[in-house]
């Protein structure tokens, strides 16, 4: 250990936090998940990274790579492990203008990346929330306001710089180690530390999105007519609804059906999203034309002594109807 610590030290040229250094309790922690890592290593350059890698092997100790540290599982910490935190490594660089193609370190979050892409009219599907890592949503798939027009973020990903477990530097593309490239797409984190992204942005006008309100009453209705409308309503509109939010009410909570158009003709807009306003008792309607950057928000932060917990399925088209009234139900 102590001579992989010196090596370390020779080698690494970014931030190393340990348990008695200033800043050591909001390192150590994911957003979900609190941990007690040993050392904290913040990688400053590839090179950084692959010396991070090469002492955690060397010295026989677990770790963790963390991009946004926005994973519910909290894979982005340990206890008395490594945490290799990517947030340096947050560039975003237009690489091809032509192609739209864009470099993106594997440490940025979503907020970054959609701040530095509007003033080139371009965006990448992406999360709704500005602090998510690149990192952990692209790996995992990727569900943004695009979602129905250019599909997950995965699958505007062109090339991968990834540092392996051997602490190699190899890129992944469809030309170059296209296992790999097949394997991040949908992995998680478990291939390797991706260093940089590179994707086909896509170009972007400012977006009609917003909410559109209804009564906790009318949830059946709603949410019937809400999944039956998307079926056939054009790719530009995507839309996630939510109902009984524990956050504002529970069973009383308004059902909020979000919005995103991905255009900027009011009359296009107004006919994708017009039949979901007819559905039940508009009780307020949020809808706006804005930058698709002011489409993400701050992030949740949940209240002390509440754990979040996920579970996500897929329901065939036969099943959707069934699905939702068991969920009213309940
Ligand atoms: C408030 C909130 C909003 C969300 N909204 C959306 C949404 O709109 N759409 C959506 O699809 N998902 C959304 N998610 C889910 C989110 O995509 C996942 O939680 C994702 O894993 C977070 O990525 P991260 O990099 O922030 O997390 P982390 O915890 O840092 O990483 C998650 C996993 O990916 C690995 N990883 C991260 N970066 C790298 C890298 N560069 N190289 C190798 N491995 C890496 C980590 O080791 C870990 O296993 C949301 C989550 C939260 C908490």
Do not use: C
């Amino acid at each position: 250990m102590n001579t992989a610590l010196e090596t370390l030290r020779r080698d690494f040229g970014g931030d190393l936090i340990g348990p008695d250094d200033a800043g050591y309790a909001a390192a150590g922690r994911s957003l979900l998940v609190p941990g007690s890592p040993a050392l904290v290593l913040r990688p400053k350059t590839v090179a950084d990274a692959r010396a991070g890698v090469r002492f955690a092997a060397a010295a026989g100790l677990p770790l963790s790579v963390r991009g946004g540290g926005h994973g519910f599982a909290g894979f982005a910490t340990n206890d008395g492990g490594v945490v290799l935190d990517l947030a340096h490594l947050a560039q975003v660089e237009i690489v091809d203008e032509r192609r739209h193609l864009v470099r993106v370190g594997g440490g940025a979050t979503w907020g970054q990346v959609a701040d530095a892409l509007a003033p080139h009219g371009l965006a990448i599907s992406s999360g709704d929330t500005r602090s998510v890592g690149v990192g952990g949503l692209t790996l995992g798939g990727g569900i943004g306001w695009k979602v129905r027009k250019y599909g997950l973020a995965l699958d505007s990903l062109v090339a991968a710089e990834v540092v392996t477990a051997a602490g190699d530097v190899v890129r992944a593309s469809a030309e170059e180690n296209p296992e790999l490239f097949w394997a991040l797409r949908g992995g998680g984190g478990n291939f390797g530390v991706v260093t940089a992204f590179v994707f086909a942005g896509h170009p972007t006008t400012d977006v009609f999105h917003g909410t559109i309100t209804f009564p906790a009453a009318e949830a059946a209705t709603v949410l019937q007519g809400w999944a039956e409308h998307l079926r056939t309503a054009p790719e530009e509109l995507t839309s996630v609804a939510d109902f009984a939010n524990p956050f504002a009410g529970g069973p009383q909570a308004p059902v909020q059906v979000h919005v995103a158009f991905d255009g900027d003709d009011p009359r296009l807009a107004a006919r994708a999203i017009d039949p979901l306003r007819r559905l039940g008792t508009v009780t307020g309607d949020g809808v706006e034309l804005r930058p698709y950057a002011e489409t993400l928000v701050e992030g949740l932060v949940p209240p002390p002594g509440i754990r979040l917990v996920t579970r996500s399925g897929f329901a065939g088209a036969q099943a959707v109807p069934e699905v939702l009234r068991v969920l009213v139900a309940a």
